[in-house]
C-alpha cells in the first residue's frame, strides 16, 4: 500500500511525498480514504506547464505550482471538446500542450477513482425504517456504510 501510495503521490505531486502538507504518501492517500472532501481541496497537482494552467482559466500566480483538484475540475469540463480531440489523436501526432494536458486529465481521473474507492465503506446514508434497520442489524437512524 505504501509504495502505491508514493507511486501516486509522485504522478500527481511531482514527488513520493507531500512537502508542503508534511505527510508522507500512506498519510496522504489515507486521509484521501477517510476524508475526501477535504482531499479535493489540496493542492496535490503539480501543472508545470503555464499555458495549461492559462487554458484551465488559473492564475499562475502560485509559486509551488500546485494546485487542487477543485481548482481544476471546472476548467477541464471547458476543455472536454480539446481533450476528446487529443485523444482521437495518435500519440506521436500529439503536440507537448496536448500531452500535458491529456497526462493531467488522467491524474484527475485516478485522482478521483482514489479518493471515492473505499466509500462503500465510510458511513453515508441513513436507515430510518425500524423493520428495515433491524434486517441490517443497526439502530434506526443511525449513519451505516455499505459495509
Known amino acids: 500500500m505504501d509504495t502505491y501510495a508514493r507511486n501516486q503521490a509522485l504522478a500527481f505531486y511531482g514527488k513520493r511525498e507531500i512537502k508542503h502538507e508534511n505527510l508522507s504518501a500512506i498519510d496522504w492517500m489515507m486521509d484521501l480514504f477517510i476524508y475526501p472532501e477535504i482531499g479535493l481541496e489540496q493542492t496535490i497537482f503539480n501543472i508545470r506547464n503555464p499555458d495549461i494552467v492559462n487554458a484551465l482559466g488559473l492564475e499562475w500566480t502560485n509559486n509551488f505550482h500546485k494546485y487542487s483538484y ?64 433491524e434486517k441490517l442489524h443497526i439502530e434506526p437512524g443511525q449513519f451505516t456504510s455499505y459495509a
Open 70 to 133: 477543485s481548482e481544476i475540475s471546472p476548467g477541464l469540463q471547458n476543455q472536454m471538446p480539446l481533450i476528446s480531440n487529443i485523444f482521437d489523436k495518435k500519440e506521436e501526432d500529439r503536440d507537448f500542450f496536448e500531452n500535458q494536458l491529456l497526462e493531467l486529465y488522467q491524474n484527475m481521473m485516478k485522482y478521483r477513482q482514489i479518493a471515492s474507492s473505499i466509500s462503500c465503506l465510510l458511513p453515508m446514508f441513513t436507515v430510518y425504517d425500524p423493520e428495515t434497520a
